[in-house]
């Protein structure tokens, strides 16, 4: 079957820093994807990864290991706004298709 | 403005009462794809579209319908709604399969 695994919930401190790792069982592979959800809004994209290692855009980072099934999202220097759901899909190979873990729900505390 | 619209974007119906809920983007992009969001279950993908006249299923095909006659619109039909059809929904498009996604705003489906 196809899974992708993310924890529900995670709660972090103003200013700090807070790793949100991702684990996918999918039939092939052709790309990982973050998303943020605010409540209520729709999901915007934040990373893409396709080949293993890391990419930075500000703030946030995003680590592929595909031997591994692995991704995490870095959150650096955490702001309020930040509090948002951050959802993990996987682009699966030889169809056109996203698989979406059920995300994380990150709570920043003052 | 780039955008992606859906209408309506609440919507209470009942059993069997055939509904479509409009998408239309205004980027060009070639992929479009249908979602539903349920507490627990997360984004769970119902068809995409290639490109005009292409439409393929997603993972929960059943009791959904899917048209692209035009680039820009991708209406989703559902011919017999139930109430397990009850969730919110989400159009996305991409300028191509590997680009990221832009998302609708959300279309709230209750059926009675």
Known sequence: GQNIDQPTEMTATEGAIVQINCTYQTSGFNGLFWYQQHAGEAPTFLSYNVLDGLEEKGRFSSFLSRSKGYSYLLLKELQMKDSASYLCAVRTSGTYKYIFGTGTRLKVLA | ?112
């Open chain 2, 1 to 112: 403005e780039a955008q992606v619209t859906q209408n309506p974007r609440y919507l209470i119906t009942v059993t069997g009462k055939k509904l479509t809920v409009t998408c239309s983007q205004n980027m060009n992009h070639e992929y479009m794809s249908w979602y539903r969001q349920d507490p627990g279950l997360g984004l769970r993908q119902i068809y995409y579209s290639m490109n005009v006249e292409v439409t393929d299923k997603g993972d929960v095909p059943e009791g959904y319908k899917v048209s692209r006659k035009e680039k820009r619109n991708f209406p989703l039909i559902l011919e017999s709604p139930s109430p397990n059809q009850t969730s919110l929904y989400f159009c996305a498009s991409s300028l191509g399969e590997t680009n990221e996604q832009f998302f609708g705003p959300g279309t709230r489906l209750t059926v009675l």
